[in-house]
């Protein structure tokens, strides 16, 4: 496909950030709300720079709608599979959403805050004996962000008034 496209359709860089690494593309699409929708745990990469840098990469380029399979069949099937779930979509648009993620195999407990694009930007970590530890952004070396169209993470969504409250009583990583 040329650089002009189809009519209608714009070409985005696509992310598929999964932590320590990620799958990206040339998606062609009428829309980056339209990718979002249709594909579940990607993000449209807005900064110019990255774009311009991604320029000079050798990525595939795939058309939103191409026929399975392509590089976004699974990525389409998990959203449509979400899609009639109660909950889908539901934290989306929100300038801060709080989590409380399940108990850990150690008995730990993370309540976390994420932004407007699901990337946590603090979290509590509360270990089996009540203790709790806070981090920020500055602490992970890596922090994909968490799809909020996915109906999962409405059932552990809690007031920002609880974690605000956890976040006061736990002492920072660095203070041991």
């Given at each position: 496909m040329n650089q002009q496209g189809e009519v209608g359709r714009t070409r985005y860089l696509v992310l598929h950030d999964y932590g320590m690494g990620g799958l990206r593309w040339w998606v062609w699409a009428g829309s980056a709300e339209e990718i979002i929708g249709a594909c579940?745990?990607?993000?449209?990469?807005s900064d110019p720079d990255?774009?311009?840098r991604a320029e000079t990469w050798t990525l595939e380029e795939v058309c939103l709608d191409d026929p399975d399979p392509n590089p976004l069949s699974s990525l389409r099937a998990q959203r449509d599979a979400?899609?009639?779930?109660?909950?889908f979509g539901a934290l989306v648009g929100r300038e801060?959403?709080?989590l409380r993620w399940p108990e850990g195999d150690e008995g730990e407990v993370f309540l976390m805050e994420l932004g407007p694009d699901g990337r946590r930007l603090r979290?509590?970590?509360?270990?089996?004996?009540?203790?709790?530890v806070r981090t920020g952004i500055e602490d992970w070396?890596?922090?994909p962000p968490f799809d909020l169209h996915d109906p999962q993470y409405a059932s552990m969504e809690i007031g920002s008034g609880d974690f605000q409250e956890a976040w006061q009583r736990a002492r920072h990583e660095s203070e041991g």
């Open positions: 579940a745990e990607v993000e449209v990469v990255a774009v311009s979400q899609r009639g779930q109660p909950g801060r959403v709080c979290q509590v970590e509360i270990g089996p004996d009540g203790g709790s070396p890596f922090n």
